[in-house]
């Protein structure tokens, strides 16, 4: 093979490498730098060295990963200094087009392994952000893109034993999480009643379709007017959404599919200007969150 089909074969994975990254790290701006990064360590490769590695797929997921589990302590650092709620970033269903299939699984259930959708839904991004760097990388590379334990081990400078155990934390965590969501469909009707509920303005309609202990929490970044704090309780919240559309008539509230389920895109001057995400009960709205910093909102427009 030459350099430049090998060179070629690497520069393919791109997609692929900003996938995992993103969900390692939880916004796209954070694995662009990942990937670059990536690049950079494979091209300080001399030729030989590159014309010796079997799968450069399988080398540049390696090195993404130890990029990542870097980044991902000066990130929690960063975050804590963030101005005022951080959210991880929505993104379209379609953001990393059709995936590939996982390169080898361990004989389980594929039933028991994350679905790729959900793998970025803001709902699953906000468990792993409670995870410790390594259990992060060690859930996404075996739960989402099937790495066996032998080559994660090498990435995160563990044992294959310990990565187990990582993965088994980071899954009941996961799990425990996902035992109080409901079906899609589910999902679907009481975002579609919270809608009407809402466009409705009647105070009383909304609360109703509203979690009596529900939160809001929305993430400006500081650099557009956000909630600094979580808002909670079903009538705090319910006069904040209905204020929301007081004070800004112009903005424009449409459905839309996100990898958490219905949510929607909030619009304004033809373009998306927040995204909302929600998380449902068995017959209410638990949890709402509102994205509008315009540095997570760059695949949307």
């Known amino acids: 093979m030459t350099d430049e089909s090998i060179d070629g074969e690497a520069i393919a994975e791109r997609r692929h490498l900003v996938s995992l990254a993103f969900r390692m790290l939880g916004t796209i701006a954070e694995a662009e730098d990942a990937v670059q990064e990536t690049y950079v360590r494979w091209y300080r490769l001399s030729d030989q060295e590159r014309a010796s590695i079997d799968s450069p797929r399988a080398w540049l997921t390696r090195a993404a990963s130890r990029v990542c589990l870097d980044l991902l302590g000066s990130a929690r650092a960063r975050r804590e200094s963030y101005i ?5 970033e929505p993104v379209p269903v379609t953001a990393f087009g059709a995936p590939h299939e996982p390169a080898s699984s361990d004989a389980r259930d594929p039933l028991d392994r994350v679905s790729l959708d959900e793998s970025v839904s803001t709902a699953l991004l906000t468990v792993l952000e409670s995870m410790t760097p390594a259990e992060r990388v ?3 590379l075996h739960e989402v893109v099937a790495v066996p334990f032998r080559e994660i081990a090498e990435v995160v400078g563990r044992t294959d034993a310990a990565c187990r155990q990582l993965a088994a934390s980071a899954r009941r965590r996961v799990r425990s999480a996902a035992a109080r969501r409901v079906s899609r469909e589910e999902h679907d009707r009481v975002v579609w009643a919270f809608a009407a509920a809402a466009q409705s303005g009647r105070l009383d309609e909304l609360i109703a379709v509203l979690d009596p ?4 929490r929305s993430d400006g970044g500081g650099r557009v007017s956000a909630a600094r ?3 909670i309780g079903a009538d705090r919240v319910a006069r904040f ?7 800004r008539p112009e903005v424009q509230l449409h459905p839309l599919q996100t990898p958490d389920g219905l949510g929607f895109a909030m619009w304004l001057d033809a373009r998306i200007v927040g995204v909302v ?3 449902v009960g068995a017959t209410s709205v638990r949890e709402v969150r509102l994205v509008l910093n315009p540095e997570k909102l ?3 427009n």
């Open 84 to 88: 005022g709620e951080w959210l991880p």
């Open 138 to 140: 060690v859930f996404v």
């Open 213 to 216: 202990e529900v939160v809001l």
């Open 229 to 231: 704090r979580p808002v």
């Open 241 to 247: 959404l209905l204020g929301i559309g007081q004070k």
């Open 277 to 279: 995400t929600l998380e």
């Open 298 to 300: 760059s695949l949307w």
